[in-house]
C-alpha cells in the first residue's frame, strides 16, 4: 500500500526551483534512516547511496527532481502590489484569481481587473503577465516592504485530496517521484543504487545536469511526471497518455532520444511486475533525461512518467493506480537493467 | 475585528449560487441578533425582522445572500463534468482553478486547463465556460450517481488573512453586506429602535434581483437601504469610478436614489468622523437599489456599497474596517430615523 501522508507532506511543502530548502529537509529526514550514504552537492541536490544485496556491475542512477512551478517577485509597486516573474513554463491563464503564499506565510491573492469593467473584447483575452500582480493587503509600499522583497519566493495554494481513485495536488511534479524513490530506499534492494533528488529541474535541468557529473552513472532512470491530456476537447491521438492506464514510457521528447534498448526493457519488467504501463505517445515536453544522458561520456537514460493531468497549474491529477504500478515497475526496471547488462 | 472577521469568514464558507442560498441563508440567520422573527420566503429570501411591529416607519436594509458559481449542464462520458456561469462569472479565472461540485454530496473538483503542448500560439485566448470541463476524477458511471445537471459549483478557495484589516475570500460580494447587516443588528440590540427595521437578505441578485423585487414587496417598506459592494481603486480601474479599501462606505448618488437619503448618510459618516466617498451613477445603480426603489408604489430608496477588489473572481478583497464602518452608518441613519 502506498504511502499517501508521504506524498501529501511532500506535496505541500513549499519549494520552487532555487528555493528547495524546505523539501530537500523533508527528503533528508524521510531518507537518513535508510540511505547508507548521503551527499548534498554545491548547488543542492540529495546523492543517496543505498547499498543491496549486491554489488552490481551497471552503475544505476535514479533521479527525481524535488524543485516546483511558482513564481518570484520582482518588483513592489507604490501602491503596495507585488510584481512578479513565473519560475518554470507556466500558462499565463491559469493565474488570474489564485491564491498564493509568499515566502514566509505572507498570504495574497493574483488580482485582475473586475469583469464589470472590461470592454467586450477583453473578457475572453487572457492577461499579460505585465498585467497581473500579487495583492497582499498592504495599502502602501512601505508597508508591503516590511514583509517582503524582490527575490522572495511565491507558490500556489492548494488542498491534497483523495477522491475516486485520484489524487488532487499541487507539486505532484515531480514531488511524486520523490515519493516512488523513498518508497524505493525503504524497501530491501537487490543491486546497490544511487538516488538522486534534483533541485531547478524546472527553469533548466541545471541541478540533475551537475548531479550525474558527480555521480557518474552508467545507466539511470528519471522518475517524472508527463502531461496526460486524456480530457474533452483533445482527440486521442494528442492525448500523449491516459491516467489509469499505467507509468508511461518515452522512447523521446523535446530533450532526449531514449535508450532503446532500455526502452523496450520497461515494457517487458511492467509484465514481469504484473502491472500496466502506456508508451508516451508524443514527442513533446522534456526532463531531466536531457541533461543525464549526456552527462560525461554519455549515460544510457531511460525515463519513468506518472501520467499527470494540468501540470504545471496549482492542481495536478494522477492516478492512485499509476502511483502503485510505477513502484513496482522500478524495482522490476532496475533489477533487469543490471541483468540485461551482465548477460 | 476579529469577531467580524469570523463572521464574514463562516458566512463566506456557507456557499450559496443564485436560486440555492439556502446554507448562506441558514448561516446568516443563526446571526442575526435581537430580531423577534427570521423567516424565509417562496424564493428564499432570508427576512429578520427588528423594533416595533406597528410603526408605520418601516426601514428595509438589503443585502444580496447569492454568490457567482457555475452549474453543471451535463456530464461527459468519461465522467468529466461541462458547466456554465450561475451569474456573471469572470471566464479569465477558470482555467486550473479548484472548485467544490455540490452534488449528493461535496466533490472537489479542477476546472480543466490547456495541456502546455496544445497551446502553441493561442495563449491569448480564454475559453468560454461552457467550453470547459470539470474533471473530478469520476467515471461516467460513478459522476452520474453523485452529480446531476443543476448541481451547483462554487469557488474552494479557503478565506484568508492579508496585511493589516484586509481579507480575501470568495463570495465577499456579497458576504461582506450580508455581515454588515448582522454587524448593524448588533449594535441596534442594545435598545431595540422605535421604528420598525427588516433585515433583507435577498436571493438571486447575480441573475437578475428577483429575490429583492419579492422580498421588498412582501415586506413593503416606507424607505429602504441597499447594501452591496462597490469597485475598489486596483490598477485599471479609474479613480473617480470607484472608491478606496478602507476608504470607508460608498454612498450612492443616481437618478433612482433619493437624494434626502444620500445626503442624510453623508451627514452622518461626517458626524461620526468615518471615511466615506460619494459614489455617483449616472444610469442604473447595478444593485438592487434599482428595483426596491420601484417596489409597489415606490420606495425612496439609498445605497451603500463597500469597496471591494477583484469583483466575481475567487480572489475577492475587502477591509474590515470598511464592513464596520458600514454597519456603524447603518446604525446611526436607524437611531436618526426612528
Known sequence: ?343 | MQELKELVFRLCKAGGTPGDESAAAAAAAQKFPGCAETHTDALGNLLAVMGDPKSKNHILLDAHLDQIGLVVTRIEKNGFLRADRCGGTDQRILPGTAVTVCGKEELHGIVCCMPPHLTGGDRDKVPAPDKMAVDIGLSREEAEKRVQPGDRILFRTEPKSLLGTRITAPGLDDRSSVAALIRCAQLLTEKPPRCRVTFLCSTREEVGGQGAVTGAYGADPSQAIAVDVGFAAQPGVEPEKCGKLGGGPMIGYAPVLNRGISEKLVLLAEKSKMPYKRDVMGEDTGTNSDDIAATRSGVPTGLVSIPLRYMHTPAEVVDLQDVENTARLLAAYIREAE
Open chain 1, 1 to 343: 500500500m502506498a504511502d499517501w501522508n508521504l506524498l501529501e507532506k511532500l506535496c505541500t511543502a513549499r519549494g520552487i526551483s532555487g528555493r528547495e530548502d524546505e523539501i530537500r529537509a523533508l527528503i533528508l529526514k524521510e531518507i537518513k534512516s535508510c540511505a547508507d550514504e548521503i551527499k548534498i552537492t554545491p548547488l543542492g541536490n540529495i546523492v543517496a547511496f543505498k547499498a543491496g544485496k549486491q554489488h552490481p556491475n551497471t552503475k544505476l542512477m535514479i533521479s527525481a527532481h524535488m524543485d516546483e512551478v511558482g513564481l518570484i517577485v520582482t518588483h513592489v509597486t507604490d501602491e503596495g502590489l507585488l510584481k512578479f516573474e513565473t519560475v518554470g513554463g507556466i500558462d499565463r491563464r491559469i493565474l488570474p484569481g489564485k491564491s498564493v503564499t509568499v515566502e514566509d506565510g505572507i498570504s495574497g491573492v493574483i488580482g485582475v481587473k473586475p469583469i464589470h469593467l472590461l470592454e467586450k473584447d477583453q473578457i475572453s483575452k487572457s492577461v499579460p503577465l505585465k498585467d497581473l500582480y500579487i495583492d497582499i493587503g498592504a495599502s502602501s509600499r512601505e508597508e508591503a516592504e516590511s514583509c517582503v522583497k524582490p527575490g522572495d519566493m511565491v507558490t500556489f495554494d492548494s488542498y491534497f485530496d483523495r477522491q475516486g481513485g485520484m489524487i488532487m495536488s499541487k507539486a505532484l511534479d515531480d514531488r511524486a517521484g520523490c515519493a516512488l524513490l523513498i518508497g524505493m530506499m525503504k524497501a530491501q534492494l537487490k543491486y546497490d543504487t544511487v538516488f538522486v533528488f534534483a533541485v531547478q529541474e524546472e527553469i533548466g535541468l541545471k541541478g540533475a545536469r551537475t548531479a550525474a557529473f558527480s555521480v557518474a552513472p552508467q545507466a539511470a532512470i528519471v522518475v517524472e511526471s508527463t502531461t496526460a491530456a486524456d480530457v474533452p476537447g483533445v482527440e486521442e491521438d494528442r492525448q500523449v497518455c491516459r491516467l489509469g492506464k499505467g507509468p508511461v514510457i518515452s522512447f523521446m521528447d523535446k530533450g532526449t532520444i531514449y535508450d532503446r534498448e532500455y526502452y523496450q526493457l520497461a515494457f517487458q519488467a511492467a509484465e514481469k511486475a504484473g502491472v500496466p504501463c502506456q508508451a508516451k505517445q508524443a514527442v513533446a515536453g522534456g526532463n531531466d533525461a536531457a541533461a543525464i544522458h549526456v552527462s560525461r561520456a554519455g549515460v544510457r537514460t531511460a525515463a519513468v512518467s506518472l501520467p499527470c493531468r494540468y501540470l504545471h497549474a496549482p492542481f495536478g491529477m494522477i492516478a492512485q493506480e499509476d502511483y502503485c504500478s510505477a513502484g513496482q515497475l522500478l524495482i522490476q526496471y532496475a533489477e533487469m537493467i543490471e541483468e540485461r547488462n551482465a548477460t
